[in-house]
């Protein structure tokens, strides 16, 4: 049988041992003999999965004991009026534009105050992430919002160790959906982080939100309990019902890194991943990546056939070869290979074969 490799941008592919274990706990979890599907979230089965979840990310991620961890519904999307609403307070917020997904977050904003854009590169088609000399910051603004990893054209904001973030003193709230996790960051840098689940973390239908304590607080009058961060806090994320099959799979996601030897661990194998790709695309004449090399995300990485008459037959037999989803986004065009966490290098090798033999054959 072929093995299959799915490189969708998400939901995304999830590491075996976790879909394995959910499978054999699915009908009789721990002896409980229920699914956790079926139990209620203030049951003391679900508040135990819950507890050690946030527990295992905060080891994951050394999130410092001033911020709090929320699981919430809706995707990131959500986090877009949830941010302005929680956060604004009457003054104005920067935002940066670096991609789809920033832009995006500029214009859902937008209903809820005075958004001042710092910088884009909406013009140049999303290719890089603009030095920080140039960008227009206002030291009264509410926050700073950044998208530090671009899904749809694989921009990532530089740095080899620690990501390089604009110098501020206003806190930095940043969509990491499609880079939580798979490489180390310093939280301490951040008012809040947010990611939707269903890259590196789990199934879609949760997103993670971890929110500086000063932040908390702040939201607007007209903020619904379900939206507002405090309350949620003040909760634990059981204003409403948590998405609680989502997070049970992120809990076996993140017992799946821990024993892998955490974050540090994956963030070699992916350097490797990525390497591995990038370095074939630019030894061949016959792809082609336009993103600024300091800026190239490890996990999306989008490339393109010089001759797009291709593109159709590259799917169709990449599908054949048991290589999935590699199609770009539709804003986009062209190919993406999303690598996240659970996908093996293997299958980066796989790929880059395929990629090879392709272009032999055309
Ligand atoms: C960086 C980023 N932000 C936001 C979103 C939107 O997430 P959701 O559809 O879960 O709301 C995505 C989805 O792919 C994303 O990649």
Not at 46 to 54: A, D, P, R, S, V
Not at 310 to 328: I, R, V, Y
């Amino acid at each position: 049988m072929t093995t299959i490799y799915n490189f969708s941008a998400g939901p995304a592919v999830l590491p075996k041992p976790v879909l394995l274990r959910a499978q054999a706990e699915m009908l009789d979890w721990h002896g409980s003999g229920m699914s956790v599907m079926e139990m209620s979230h203030r049951g003391q089965e679900f508040t135990g999965i819950l507890e050690k979840t946030e527990a295992d990310l905060r080891t994951l991620l050394s999130i410092p004991t001033n911020y709090k961890v929320l699981f919430l519904q809706g995707g990131a999307i959500t986090e877009n009026a949830m941010i302005p609403l929680n956060l604004l307070g009457g003054k104005t917020a920067d935002y940066a534009i670096t991609g789809g997904w920033s832009k995006r977050s500029v214009d859902d904003a937008r209903a809820y105050g005075t958004i001042n854009i710092v910088a884009s590169t909406e013009t140049d088609g999303y290719k890089h992430v603009p030095d920080y000399a140039g960008w227009k910051l206002n030291k009264d603004a509410a926050y700073l919002h950044i998208c530090t990893n671009e899904t749809m054209s694989g921009v990532e904001f530089a740095g080899e160790h620690d990501l390089e973030l604009p110098q501020t003193n206003v806190p930095i709230v940043a969509d990491m959906s499609s880079q939580i996790l798979s490489r180390t960051i310093d939280v301490s840098k951040y008012g809040v982080i947010y990611a939707g689940a269903q890259k590196n973390i789990g199934p879609a239908g949760l997103c993670i939100v971890i929110v500086r304590d000063d932040l908390l607080g702040r939201a607007n009058a007209q903020t619904p309990a379900v939206f507002n961060w405090k309350t949620q806090a003040d909760n634990q994320s059981m204003i409403n019902t948590p998405p609680t099959y989502s997070i049970y799979i992120a809990g076996l996601v993140f017992e799946w890194l821990i024993a892998l030897g955490g974050v540090p661990a994956i963030e070699k194998i992916n350097i490797a991943k990525a390497n591995l790709l990038y370095d074939y695309i630019d030894s061949s004449d016959f792809y082609v990546n336009h993103v600024a090399i300091k800026n190239r995300s490890r996990m999306n990485i989008p490339f393109y056939l010089r001759d797009e008459s291709h593109n159709e037959a590259f799917l169709k037999s990449a599908n054949d070869a048991g290589l999935l989803q590699l199609k770009g986004h539709r804003a986009v065009g062209g190919m993406r290979a999303s690598i996240y966490n659970a996908m093996p290098i293997e299958g980066v090798q796989a790929l880059v074969n395929y990629m090879q033999k392709f272009a032999s054959n055309h």
